[in-house]
């Protein structure tokens, strides 16, 4: 496909930090005979599953960023002390009226956490399903986002996904129906330079993973796609091997802290390659480990044109006593209409067995999107989309769970979002709120990329989840070995606890009394969200025990 590369990586690596917005680029008109061929190689490529097909309607200019603060809806969102940033915002930080943006990915410096890049899928119009390479970047934390524009301006974009190397240059991977292409930005998201082609051709859910060890394959990045070679990069992504074929099915990859790479596809299959951190040898990987978690989630009532979320293989790099453990997660179900659980497992033999946990949350609602990450200390952290408090499937809150124990127990779950409904501000011809999220974790706390429809539209938000539930700068793990009370061993300090708050308003009241009075008579109904809250347990029963723990809550604090 012709295309001015050089004129291309001049206007994007040229342009000072933020001043991107309104710039020119070189764009190729698409061409209706590129568009029968478009179509024609999507269905060749037709599965039992949802893949990404070609855009319905053509590519339209981003509108006029007006200078109003405000003036379009609400750009922050709280769900008691968990705040959601928007992302997708205009010069002055205000929400852009008729766009849509989702299927985020996010990369955050390992070096300065305050630096984060998100890419998305962005439609400049929601009459039209014409997606671009959207990108923006903070250096405050996630408090404050500039949002310059797309990569390639009026280049079909799709399937983003971000990653920092341990330098902190970050690696952006889109998707055209034609050719896979990565970007690096050695800004922090300031500015960008075109890289490679790293595959020409037909190559749907594509994933990316770099090497950040001290090993011999330090800075290697790894590419795969549904179906398709292993590619690796040696050289900062400049150029690609294509080192090996298999069969991939929307699969996600990782670099355990000994430089093995780890693969897993959209059946729970597990690969492991040894020898891909050598760039002298062509790299070796089977895919013949079975996590068991069941089947992927492939369009259900949440997100009936799209995926309810991606396998994610993270491996451990703590020096703790779960260093090296592999972990598998993703929302899977047992077949159609059945609705998905957050399915875990972990393997410590380096991916050669694996060991099935329970669910992190029980319950028959849509449990979607679910994502997790590792954190440098061992910490697991993990999030999904959850119909239970509202009984209705395009009804969601996104929740939070972790554990520190390598998977063995989690803490209770949380919401950390308003409800949103999944179906609405759909662009034209899409029927979904994209593939996946992300999140990233650190010692004290995780990051989240998530869409969600607060301000009736798609948009993309940012939401940081401290471990210090008390904002007291002390990780709340520490604060408990040091003697905090957590009287039910739920890993939260009691005086964060908001257990029995039934109204959902984070104070426990008079009017949470007569909810749980209201579940007293017998087992806490799974959809009733007063009783959900009421059973501070999370025994399935609201009893007398959990109203004596209301009753401190209560009383005199």
């Known amino acids: 496909m012709a295309r001015s590369r050089q004129v291309a990586a001049l206007l994007l690596s040229g342009v000072a930090c933020g001043a991107l917005s309104g710039s020119p ?8 005979e590129e568009g029968v061929a478009i179509a024609l190689r999507a269905a060749a490529f037709a599965e039992p599953y949802h893949h990404e097909s070609p855009p319905v309607g053509p590519w339209v200019p981003p509108a006029p960023r007006p200078k109003r603060s ?37 990369a955050v410096d390992p070096n300065d956490p305050n630096k984060i890049v998100i890419g998305w899928r962005q439609f ?89 060890t001290t090993g011999i394959g330090r800075g290697h990045i790894y590419v795969v796609g549904r179906s398709s070679a292993l590619c690796r990069s040696t050289d900062g992504g400049r150029t690609f091997q294509r080192t ?23 059946f729970t299959r597990v690969g492991r390659s040894d020898d891909a951190q050598d760039p002298r040898v062509s790299p070796t990987l089977a895919m013949e480990a079975q996590a068991n978690l069941g089947i992927l989630g492939i369009s259900g009532a949440p997100n009936p044109g799209g995926l309810l979320g991606q396998v994610w293989i993270l491996a ?12 598998v997660l993703c929302s899977c179900g047992q077949g159609e209409g059945d609705p998905t659980e957050v399915a875990f497992a972990c393997s410590a033999d380096r991916g050669v067995t694996w060991r099935q946990r329970p669910a992190i949350s029980p319950s028959d609602s849509w449990q979607w999107f679910g994502m997790m990450d590792v954190a440098p200390n061992g910490r697991i952290d993990a999030l999904w989309n959850d119909t239970r408090n509202t009984g209705e499937a395009t009804l969601s809150e996104l929740f939070y769970a972790f554990s520190l124990d390598g998977g063995e127990s989690w803490s209770d779950y949380v919401p950390v979002s308003p409800v949103f409904d999944s179906r609405i501000g759909l662009p034209g011809g899409s029927d979904k709120l994209g ?45 408990i070995a040091a003697a905090a009370a957590d009287c039910d061993d739920n890993l939260i300090p009691d005086e964060c606890e908001t257990f029995g708050d039934c109204t959902c308003d984070w104070i426990v009241t008079l009017p949470d009394y007569a909810a749980l009075r209201a579940c007293l008579a017998g087992p806490a109904a799974p959809r009733a969200a007063g009783c959900l809250c009421a059973d501070s347990r999370r025994d399935g029963h609201v009893d007398l025990a959990d109203f004596a723990k209301l009753q401190r809550w209560l009383g005199p604090r």
């Open 244 to 266: 090996l074929h298999f069969d991939n099915n929307l699969g996600t990859l990782t670099v355990g802290p000994d430089g093995a790479l780890y693969q897993v596809d959209y």
């Open 70 to 106: 405000g003036a379009y809806g609400a750009t922050t969102w709280s769900r008691g002390p968990y705040v959601s940033v928007q992302v997708n915002v205009d010069d002055n930080g205000a929400n852009i009226p008729g766009d849509a943006a989702n299927e985020p990915s996010m």
């Open 25 to 32: 680029s070189p764009r190729r008109a698409v061409r209706a």
């Open 316 to 327: 451990d790099h703590s020096s703790g006593p779960t260093r090296g453990r592999v972990y």
């Open 435 to 479: 593939d996946y999220y992300d999140l990233t974790s650190d010692e004290r706390g995780v990051n989240v990329a998530y869409a969600a429809t607060f301000n009736g539209e798609q948009d993309v938000y940012f939401l940081r989840i401290p471990q210090d539930c008390n904002f007291n700068e002390i990780p709340d793990a520490d604060e």
């Open 124 to 212: 400049n119009s929601v009459q039209s399903d014409f997606r671009e390479a959207g990108w923006a970047y903070s250096h405050d934390g996630g408090w404050s986002w500039t949002f310059p524009g797309t990569l390639d301006p009026g280049e079909f974009g799709s399937d983003p996904v971000l990653e920092p190397d341990a330098e902190g240059r970050v690696y952006y991977l889109t998707f055209d129906f034609d050719e896979l292409r990565l970007f690096r930005s050695q800004d922090s998201g300031c500015t960008w330079t075109f890289l490679s082609q790293v595959w020409n051709g037909y190559l749907d859910k594509p994933w990316m993973a770099i090497d950040r």
